[in-house]
Nanobody
């Protein structure tokens, strides 16, 4: 059974930083594609960053390039999203996702609010 549990969200001022974590079980970060997505109120869920196993190639949405960094810890089987220079438009629920065979698994999401 695959479980993805996000943590690290919260309220932060514009220009601030947060680090999101995604603890994975039933899916191995080092062998399966994983990523972060976000959904703002009234909008669709969009890709933020994804990482390819083994090669560790990364892909970022244009809106977060240079500000966000996706990474993983193989020993802890945990995915991270380091977010810097946060903007109000980054406010959303952030979801961790992992691909195992034909199925995409999702975490429950963690709220990030950027506001002064």
């Amino acid at each position: 059974q695959v479980q993805l549990v996000e943590s690290g969200g919260g309220l932060v001022q514009p220009g601030g930083s947060l680090r999101l974590s995604c603890a994975a079980s039933g899916i191995t970060f080092s062998f399966h594609p994983m990523g972060w997505y976000r959904q703002a109120p009234g909008k669709q869920r969009d890709m933020v960053a994804i990482i390819t196993p083994r090669s560790s190639d990364t892909t970022y949405a244009d809106s977060v390039k240079g500000r966000f960094t996706i990474s993983g810890d193989n020993l802890k089987n945990t995915l991270y999203l380091e977010m810097n220079s946060l903007k109000p438009e980054d406010t959303a629920v952030y979801y961790c996702a992992g691909v195992l065979g034909p199925t995409v698994y999702w975490g429950q999401g963690t709220q990030v609010t950027v506001s002064s």
